[in-house]
Structures are given as structure tokens and as C-alpha cells.
């Protein structure tokens, strides 16, 4: 069984936002109120640029030249 907590050392992190945990209290996964995403919008979206990134940090890298090549064709 899952508890739900609603703060991270005994502290409000931030409105709106509450953890699951596992039997150990260990966090692991989060709720976020979708109401209180517009405040943080930016902040919401650095977080899942970072989790793009780190998701795609052992894809294929692809020189810059490559691409700039790949384009022109493509738009000839």
C-alpha cells in the first residue's frame, strides 16, 4: 500500500505538489495540481527540458554540419 505525503522534510515545498511513497517512506513518484503548474510555467518547463536531455544523453550525436547539410537539401 502507498502512503501519500504532502511534504519533503517536514516542509511545504511548494502548493499544489505532493509525493507518493513507498512502505520505507521513500518518495516515489509526485502529483503536481495541473491549477498550480501556471504560476510555475518556466520552472516546469526547464524541468522537462532536463528531463529530455538527460533521456537523450547517450542517443546518436549528430555533427552540426551534418544537419545544416541535411537541411539545405531538404529545402531545395
Not at 499544489?16 to 518518495?27: F, L
Not at 518547463?45 to 549528430?62: F, M, P, T, V
Not at 544537419?67 to 529545402?75: P, S
Amino acid at each position: 500500500m502507498l502512503n501519500i505525503a504532502y511534504s519533503c522534510s517536514n516542509r511545504i515545498i511548494m502548493k499544489g505538489i505532493s509525493y507518493i511513497t513507498d512502505r520505507e517512506n521513500q518518495k516515489t513518484a509526485v502529483i503536481i495540481d495541473i491549477k498550480a503548474l501556471s504560476k510555475y510555467s518556466e520552472d516546469v518547463q526547464d524541468l522537462l527540458d532536463g528531463l529530455i536531455a538527460e533521456s537523450r544523453k547517450d542517443d546518436e550525436k549528430i555533427p552540426l554540419s551534418a544537419v545544416i547539410k541535411r537541411l539545405k537539401r531538404a529545402w531545395k
